[in-house]
């Protein structure tokens, strides 16, 4: 087995890993991140995300990126509309270009992250298939073509089903008991002119209990939706989702008596239906200190859906960055004060995100949405 050694090495090239090794060498110190995918191109990043001003945004300026990131953000797509299932607006709350959460492309945010990189940093197409702890005290990452590399200092920022986190944690993801399903319309405006007007410049959620069709407009007219439905997870696998046609009629079956212009969200769309299940580490997950590894984002702190998600990853990495930075002789103390402040960031934060998904998808939605929204300040 052909086995190469790296001081640092990440393991995912999601936001939070790249965001860790853009501010790692910022401060002068060099990283090797591994990725299972072939290369920046190989799957689509996702949809919208709002970078927020007291985390996100701090961490693209401690990365020095923040000019770039300015340059990204779509106009309008703060703009937030809640619906009741009729297509009735009970909240239309727009975009006033005031936002301290502007929204970009999680696409493009990533390849400017990637971009600011030396050349070689990312290591593509290496699946993870294991990892160890050597007798030394570092620790061994396999992969699925027969290499592997050790570390004296290993980052888990894998994601929900990460191949680190058993080296700290015996914790798992668990279903929270309702899944998203993503579909896309393309050219919205002139081929879905009521659907596009549904949905409005930014956000739209039409919602009631224990369901939801949730779409983002995102640049060039499209609208990217993500439909809430609360099923067991038998329920999902008996949809064949490779039968695209059979998925959107099940899953618009769910839906029947909604507005047209909603459905058609589901309906009309452009690309096949994916299945997106949503699961959670507990709200509370920590672990003792392990010599020389850690994790960061959805691989520490998994949580439903909450705007939070990339924000909490990528400042995770630039807080560990920065504690790296300064403790260059110990790097253990730089650890420690890592996961001493994440812990009870990031389970405050899955609280919120737990009260999220009630009031998103509880009895009294959409009314306690619109509450949300309106005894919430908005910026």
């Given at each position: 087995m052909n086995t190469e050694?790296?001081?640092?090495?990440?393991?995912?090239?999601?936001?939070?890993?790249?965001?860790?090794?853009?501010?790692?060498?910022?401060?002068g110190i060099a990283s090797a991140v591994y990725e299972a995918e072939s290369s920046p191109t190989a799957r689509t990043q996702g949809g919208m995300l709002d970078i927020h001003d007291f985390n996100g945004q701090i961490a693209l300026k401690q990365a020095g990126l923040y000019e770039e990131f300015l340059g990204l953000v779509h106009e309008g797509g703060q703009a937030t509309r809640v619906l009741d299932q009729h297509g009735t607006v009970l909240l239309d709350d727009p975009d006033d270009g005031a936002s301290l959460r502007p929204e970009v492309p999680r696409g493009e945010l990533r390849r400017v992250l990637l971009e600011s990189l030396p050349e070689g940093t990312v290591r593509w197409g290496h699946k993870v298939t294991g990892t160890r702890t050597l007798a030394d005290g570092r620790h061994e990452?396999?992969?699925?073509?027969?290499?592997?590399?050790?570390a004296d200092l290993l980052v888990g920022a894998d994601g929900a089903w990460s191949r680190v986190r058993p080296l700290v944690s015996d914790a798992k993801p668990e279903y929270v008991g309702m899944s998203f399903v993503e579909t896309y319309l393309h050219d919205a405006d002139t081929r879905h002119p009521a659907a596009a007007q549904a949905v409005g410049t930014g956000a739209m959620l039409a919602l009631a209990p224990g369901k939801g069709i949730q779409a983002h407009r995102e640049p060039g007219g499209v609208l990217h939706t993500y439909v809430a439905l609360t099923k067991p997870a038998e329920w999902f696998a008996d949809i064949d989702f490779t039968d695209a046609a059979e998925a959107r009629s099940r899953v618009a079956a769910e839906f029947t008596g909604w507005a047209p212009e909603l459905t058609a969200l589901i309906t009309d769309a452009d690309t096949p239906p994916v299945l997106r299940s949503l699961h959670t580490l507990p709200a509370d997950h920590s672990w003792p200190r392990v010599p020389g590894v850690t994790l960061i984002g959805d691989a520490a702190h998994l949580m439903p859906p909450s705007g939070e998600g990339a924000n909490l990853a990528m400042y995770d990495a630039a807080q560990l960055a920065t504690l790296l930075a300064a403790h260059p002789t110990s790097p253990e103390t730089a650890l420690h004060l890592h996961e001493s402040a994440m812990f009870p960031r990031s389970a405050e934060e899955a609280k919120d995100s737990a009260e999220l998904l009630t009031i998103s998808f509880g009895p009294t939605t959409p009314h306690s949405m619109t509450t949300f929204f309106t005894n919430t300040p908005q910026p």
């Open positions: 050694h790296q001081p640092i090495v990440i393991v995912g090239a999601g936001l939070g890993g790249l965001t860790l090794a853009r501010v790692l060498h910022v401060n990452v396999s992969f699925a073509d027969g290499s592997a590399v050790t």
